[in-house]
């Protein structure tokens, strides 16, 4: 079974572009979530979706936006972009158990330097 | 809101010797409790996981954790790491509530000298 694939794998833009990224989840998964990773802060909960709409979300600016589509992929947007925002973006897909003992399984992340 | 403490940074160790990390959680309710691994270059995987029934769980590559409610401390353990074990390790905790939504503690980098 394949893996989560994200894309793509680095992107380099400067301040104030707008960037997106695409998570392919695991065949049958139907819960995405998005993390960032950087040195200071470790790994950062963004947002979940779920069929198409968005269970949970972190603390992070409005700039950070993302979205489901039917088919589970999903994309996670950022707007005006900022120094700060360079970042490895993980996306994690799991299957989403009534019970809630899901686990999630993680992509490469797509590496993003804001210049 | 939980959180998690991860309470080494960086951890050296000759090839052989035991491993401890330690994690402490903080949440009043349900977990599920999580140990992954990220080797250089490579993305996060799953060492092992805990839901629920015996609190002794083992994982891949010798790996084992012990979850001790009472603590609230989940360590992970390896009785003879190996220098392929150099990685960076993540404890992380969900609750049933919110099972996409995962906190991670900042990592302890283990270096394994051969």
């Known amino acids: 079974k394949a893996g989560v694939t994200q894309t793509p794998r680095y992107l380099i833009k400067t301040r104030g572009q707008q960037v997106t990224l695409s998570c392919s989840p695991i065949?049958?998964?139907?819960?995405v979530s998005w993390y960032q990773q950087t040195p200071g802060q470790g790994l950062q909960f963004l947002f979940e979706?779920?069929?198409?709409?968005?269970?949970n979300k972190g603390n992070f600016p409005g700039r950070f936006s993302g979205r489901q589509f039917s088919n589970s992929r999903s994309e996670m947007n950022v707007s005006t972009l900022e120094l700060g925002d360079s970042a490895l973006y993980l996306c994690a897909s799991s299957r989403y158990l009534a019970g809630g003992t899901d686990t999630q399984y993680f992509g490469p992340g797509t590496r993003l330097t804001v210049l | 809101a939980q959180s998690v403490s991860q309470h080494n940074h960086h951890v050296i160790l000759s090839e052989a010797a035991s491993l401890e990390l330690g994690c402490n959680y903080s949440y009043g309710g349900t977990v599920n409790l999580f140990w992954y691994v990220q080797y250089p270059g490579q993305h996060l995987q799953l060492l092992l996981k805990?839901?629920?029934?015996?609190?002794l769980v083992k994982g891949i590559k010798g790996f084992e954790a012990e979850f001790i409610k009472s603590k609230f401390s989940f360590n992970l353990r390896k009785p003879s790491v190996q220098w392929s074990d150099t990685a960076e390790y993540f404890c992380a905790v969900s609750t049933n509530t919110n099972a996409g939504k995962s906190t991670f503690g900042d990592g302890t980098t283990l270096t394994v000298k051969p």
């Open positions: 979706y779920f069929s198409e709409t968005q269970r």
């Open positions: 805990y839901f629920s029934g015996d609190p």
């Open positions: 065949s049958g998964h139907r819960s």
